[in-house]
């Protein structure tokens, strides 16, 4: 099986994150809830992993709160800093989990602005900026399209937003592991990010790196370990964002995926799928059936190629990979509406293969050939 759908979800992951996994069942406790050794465990491995996503993201440990993936750390962003009269920017790029909340909260009287793109789906900065106003409380956006893989220029666009007062909040989901983040360098107030994906932990995993200082209203309120007996979830970062019992032993296999994306080098193994992605892109672009969506005029993007052959839909074109030639890749809306109604792939979708630094040059060569033989033969 050849597997280019790490967008998705990584399905290669170094043998060292299932056996991190394997070891805090067996040994871990409860972080925070006892003195006894097993909740000790508990609690040093998930401060470990604390100090890898803050030396990853700029920022310190306490400034990371964990969430069960990007969707949930992003409801909370949202939910957590938006009332009713602010206003919140956006991108027509945006994945259903900024998106829906955002939708959401409009019902709740937040102002709502989306920032449209060009015909190759590239978003300019200028044009978020045009859409800022006096009450204009956030921006948020996608750092790179789940769909294309056109990546944002976060920077530019949290500069211009911090020189007005605004906050900037990061969907992290196709970057985080291979594109590094500085809160500060960045100007980015909130990134959230998801585990399972170019960080290579398990499902289940995932949270927010927060600006020192920032206050966000929590989404849920429970047990923390700390303040039993307050009434109010204790203010503190992270406690006041993490209520319940965290995934201790999907943080722990989280943790040993930074340990090898570290022992590898962020850089080489970004720039090897950027590689295998631009490699499969110059094929493809010479078959006439085939069309490809997004901005390649920069490696500056997310190792992903989205195409359709001919009318065909896009369905369809992924079983054939699947059941003819056993490569699996991502057919259909990939929750993200906007980005085919601006490219008018509503009906027929896309194809997306999103690559992994486990992939290879032989099987993008064998992908290259499935893509042609079924442009050819359909």
Avoid: W
């Amino acid at each position: 099986m050849i597997y280019l759908d790490s967008a998705a979800t990584s399905y290669y992951r170094p043998d060292s994150v299932a056996l991190a996994v394997a070891d805090a069942v067996r040994h871990m406790g409860n972080s925070s809830r006892g003195i006894h050794d097993a909740a000790l465990d508990a609690s040093r491995t998930i401060y470990q992993v604390r100090e890898k996503l803050g030396e990853m993201f700029g920022c310190g440990p306490s400034q990371i709160a964990f969430a069960s993936n990007v969707t949930e750390s992003l409801n909370t962003a949202l939910c957590g800093l938006l009332r009713p009269g602010d206003h919140v920017v956006t991108t027509v790029l945006e994945h259903n989990s900024v998106l829906r909340p955002l939708y959401r909260l409009e019902q709740q009287g937040v102002e709502l602005s989306i920032a449209g793109c060009d015909t190759l789906g590239t978003v300019c900065p200028e044009d978020i900026q045009a859409l800022f106003r006096p009450n204009t409380r956030a921006v948020v956006c996608t750092h790179a399209s789940n769909l294309t893989g056109n990546l944002m220029d976060i920077r530019r666009i949290g500069k211009a937003a911090h020189e007005r007062g605004i906050l900037m909040i990061v969907d992290g989901a196709q970057t985080a592991g291979i594109f590094p983040v500085d809160l500060r360098k960045d100007h980015v107030d909130v990134f959230c990010f998801t585990g399972h994906k170019s960080l290579l932990g398990p499902q289940g995993t995932g949270g927010m790196a927060v600006r020192q200082g920032l206050l966000i209203e929590p989404l849920k309120v429970g047990g923390s370990g700390i303040k039993t007996f307050e009434k109010e979830q204790p203010e503190q970062m992270p406690e006041v964002l993490e209520a319940g019992t965290l995934n201790g032993h999907g943080i722990a296999g989280l943790g040993a995926g930074i340990d090898y994306i570290s022992s590898k080098g962020m850089d080489k193994l970004k720039e090897k799928e950027l590689c295998l992605a631009e490699m499969f892109y110059e094929r493809v672009i010479q078959i006439p059936e085939v069309k490809v969506y997004g901005s390649f005029t920069t490696k500056q993007r997310a190792p992903i190629v989205s195409l359709n052959i001919k009318e065909l839909p896009s369905g369809e074109v992924s079983s054939i990979l699947m059941e003819e030639y056993d490569i699996c890749t991502r057919s259909g809306g990939h929750c993200a509406p906007l980005m085919h109604k601006a490219f008018g792939t509503e009906v027929q979708g896309m194809v997306r293969f999103s690559f992994s630094s486990f992939n290879t040059e032989e099987q993008t060569e064998q992908v290259v050939k499935a893509v042609k033989e079924i442009a050819e033969e359909r």
